[in-house]
């Protein structure tokens, strides 16, 4: 069982000398990216949000997927709680959580993955983290709300993904069990922040009774301790699965994680899991870097076989913001200067490539391997108002 030791030292706390780009970060999130869903993702007709917008900002399609309908309701209620009280921010995320609570879930309370515009369900809850992200929205609105139904909504969603937790996909899980049964890192990883954002309605004694277990889960399990980077699936038990599965690295995975642990550890006051973070984080941006384009890939297999995604050497806009976010807490908490060189040089690959100069506002989603976008969309079916504006918010925040 991992046990939380050792104590931060506060002197670690070094003074930022890359503060200049917390103004560059706040201007970009409060004059570019939210104006931009503010303007063209509101649906008044129906209530919730239109994420799949074109280069700019006109809608191409009208589905409306529930995860990314708890991301923009997370997000605009973590903006009222935290950076001003604007009521305009406030009614932006009641819409999205209303259109929610109208619609998103079916008669066992598991939320849809996808509606129509009007509300009708497309795709059944095949996939846990709608749940996760309404768990999220609703106990972030709790916070500005204290509407005790947003409160109840959020702890009935948390602890029926905990029911869920070994068998997320339940009645559409297609694989057979008892022949390779695979556990996947993105719920471990996500449960590590959702359990942070709803403490304050889970309470702080089921956090702490959480927390021990992830991390555990995270270093002793999904760690592989020969590269040292955190693999996308492994056998339940924890073992190396060697297939397509199971030599899968997701690096933007594994480096996002890295910053919900470094929270962590600062709650926990725990040194030793923030250097662990620190040398992960610097292994997997190494392992996934593109030596000869730069950026960092989307997918890799441990063994460098050949790629069941032929995506993978696409650059993503979430990977790169996740993995800048994780280098400046690291280098905020420890000092260490190869941490500041791979964030600047992140920072400069991120800036000059997803940013969108001609018809600004939200980034560009998609990169080739040589850094071109590949489509004009600024949002779709996997990408809405939260990697981006999340990350500058993150980014802002810490180096202040």
């Not at 309370?109 to 309404?134: H, R, T, V």
């Not at 702080?204 to 002793?220: G, N």
């Not at 490539?353 to 976008?373: C, I, V």
Request: glycine content about 8%; proline content about 3%; overall charge negative.
């Amino acid at each position: 069982m991992f046990k939380i030791k050792n104590r931060v030292n506060k002197e670690l706390h070094l003074e930022n000398d890359l503060s200049e780009y917390a103004h560059l970060y706040q201007k970009e999130l409060l004059e570019e990216i939210i104006p931009f869903w503010e303007k063209n993702s509101i649906d008044a007709e129906f209530g919730g949000y239109i994420t799949c917008l074109d280069r700019e900002g006109k809608v191409y399609d009208t589905d409306k997927f529930v995860w990314l309908q708890g991301r923009q309701v997370w997000m605009f209620a973590m903006l009222y709680n935290n950076v001003e009280k604007k009521q305009a921010w406030l009614d932006i995320a009641l819409n999205g959580a209303d259109f929610l609570l109208k619609n998103g879930r079916d008669k066992n309370g598991n939320w849809y993955f996808s509606l129509n515009q009007k509300g009708a369900p497309l795709i059944e809850p095949y996939n846990i983290f709608s749940d996760c992200f309404a768990a999220m929205a609703f106990g972030e609105l709790f916070k500005a709300t204290k509407n005790p139904e947003h409160k109840d909504v959020a702890i009935d969603t948390y602890n029926n993904i905990l029911a869920r937790e070994h068998n997320p996909k339940g009645v559409w899980n297609k694989a057979h069990k008892g022949t390779r049964d695979l556990k996947g890192f993105s719920l471990p990883m996500i449960l590590c922040n959702l359990s942070l954002i709803l403490e304050d309605v889970i309470g702080k004694e089921v956090v702490d009774k959480m927390v021990p277990l992830l991390i555990d889960d995270i270093m002793t399990n999904f760690l592989n301790k020969e590269h040292g980077v955190i693999m996308e699936n492994v056998l339940a038990d924890g073992g190396f699965c060697d297939s397509f599965e199971g030599r899968l690295v997701n690096p933007g995975h594994g480096n996002e994680s890295m910053w919900f642990l470094m929270d962590l550890a600062v709650r926990y006051n725990d040194l030793d899991l923030i250097k662990q973070c620190e040398d992960i984080l610097i292994r997997t941006t190494e392992f996934g870097w593109d030596q000869e384009f730069g950026g960092i890939y989307y997918f890799l297999d441990i063994k460098g076989q050949p790629m069941q995604e032929l995506q993978w050497n696409q650059k993503l806009w979430w990977v790169h913001i996740e993995t800048m976010i994780s280098f400046a807490k690291a280098y905020t908490l420890t000092g260490n200067k190869t941490c500041k060189e791979w964030y600047i040089k992140l920072h400069d690959y991120t800036w000059n490539n997803f940013r969108d100069e001609e018809h600004k506002g939200e980034w560009f989603g998609y990169l080739t391997r040589e850094g071109k976008p590949l489509n004009g969309a600024k949002g779709g079916k996997w990408k809405g108002c939260f990697h981006v504006p999340r990350g500058l918010y993150q980014l802002w925040k810490t180096l202040e």
